[in-house]
């Protein structure tokens, strides 16, 4: 057996450790490529730090399983997948005054522009670099975040055609993003799309050919391959998760969810009916039982809004919270069942092993399971399964231990 122990650890001694499934992430990806509509690509969107669950073994995975584009928020992330070795083409949405525009446009990452100040700080970068940037130009169609309102859309398409003209960028893509594709049948989805053929008919009408065009988020990508156009641009769904209990669970998509997370109990004591547990005694014993102390807490990326709710398998059986998630700890009531110190506790993983999902504890947490993914924190130990870098094997592990590799 491998021994998945973080660096420097001997075996069997970790606390908490967050497993992650390669084969699973790849599997995703070819999942959602089958479900694309009309030969679209996958862009698989690895921002957040690969949604908690790693920047660099989920762009690798994701590649692996056939991905064309890759996506990020900020340019830090963008320029690491560069420093990475990842030549393919890369998008970087999420750019502010002053941003690194030229050291993206020398990266030969596709960067994205809202409006005319965006547009202008790339084209002077794109001169000062002496190189054409490749630009993605974003409509609001609605969602009210980034992106170019109708009313100025034909001027930035015509300061863009201007920009080609000079030879300072090349339009790559138009793209935009769905306010309500997680929620079937709402009224904004039909609305957005038509704000979206009216965006690129404008540009078409100026001259711009854009390489691609995308629209669909996760839930698109699942449900509307009217959206498809010439990518999806799937971000939680690559992971295996759901991006809503109302379209369905990942099973219902062939989608495995690829993060585990799991503790080893930290002690297990007989205490009487009547005591208090954690801070508060929020929770009392209702009368003698065993507790269960699992070592992880809110500084671990626990949702403290959990406390009293969520739920582990520990002994065979679920669990919950007793009492309040505590900075690195938190007790479970075990009730007459028995346990020992170092014994196994699974906070959640795919769930077809009896442990609960990620989307429980989001449901125990008044959240979603995006949040409780990218909420694992940089000292919980990535352990990284059938990883397939240059000169690994197939099936090996890898560990990722706190504050190694790309993460902060």
């Known amino acids: ?50 949604y908690g669950h790693g920047l660099l073994q989920s762009a690798r995975a994701a590649r692996q399983g056939g991905a064309a584009w890759l996506g990020t928020a900020t340019a830090e992330e963008a320029l690491a997948l560069r420093a990475d070795g990842d030549t393919g083409p890369v998008l970087c949405w999420l750019w502010q005054p002053g941003g690194p525009w030229r050291q993206a446009i020398e990266a030969d990452v596709d960067v994205s522009a809202s409006g005319r100040w965006a547009l202008a700080e790339i084209v002077a970068a794109a001169r000062a670099a002496g190189r054409t940037a490749r630009v993605h130009l974003k409509a609001d169609t609605g969602l009210g975040r980034n992106g170019c309102q109708p009313a100025d859309w034909p001027d930035l398409i015509a300061a863009a055609r201007a920009a ?17 594709a997680d929620e079937p049948g709402h009224p904004s989805i039909a609305a957005q799309q038509a704000a ?40 939680v769904a690559i992971y295996g998760l759901s991006p809503s209990p109302e379209i369905g669970d990942p099973q219902d998509f062939g989608l495995r969810p690829v993060m585990t997370l799991r503790a080893r109990l930290a002690g297990v004591k007989r205490v009487p009916g009547g005591h208090g547990v954690s801070y508060g005694h929020r929770y009392t014993t209702p009368g003698e039982t065993t ?37 690195d700890q938190f007790v479970v009531d075990l009730g007459g ?60 592990v890898s560990v990722q231990g706190p504050n190694e590799g790309e993460r902060p």
């Open 291 to 327: 507790l269960a102390l699992v070592p992880a807490g809110y500084a671990d990326g626990i949702p403290r809004h959990a406390s009293g709710g969520g739920p582990v398998l520990v002994a065979g059986k679920w669990r919950t919270v007793a009492g309040r998630v505590a900075m």
């Open 164 to 180: 080609e003209a000079e030879g300072a960028v090349r339009v790559t893509g138009l793209w935009s993003h769905f306010a309500c």
């Open 196 to 235: 979206f053929t009216e965006a690129l008919a404008v540009a078409a009408r100026a001259g711009l050919d854009p390489e691609v065009r995308h629209f669909a988020n996760s839930p698109a990508t699942l449900t509307l391959p009217a959206a498809h156009y010439d990518l999806v641009r799937p971000g």
């Open 337 to 396: 069942d028995a346990a020992a110190p170092g014994d196994e506790a699974v906070l959640f993983g795919p769930g077809d092993r009896g442990e609960p999902t990620a989307e429980d504890w989001a449901r125990a947490s008044g959240t979603i399971g995006y949040e409780i993914v990218t909420r694992i924190g940089p000292r919980v130990p990535r352990v990284y399964l059938d990883d397939e870098p240059a000169g690994r094997e197939p099936g090996q």
């Open 1 to 50: 057996m491998s021994d998945h122990s973080p660096p420097g650890a001997a075996p069997e001694s970790w606390r908490l450790r967050a497993d992650i499934d390669l084969a699973a992430l790849r599997a995703n990806v070819r999942a959602l490529r089958a479900r694309a509509h009309g030969g679209a690509g996958v862009m698989a969107v690895v921002k957040a730090d690969g």
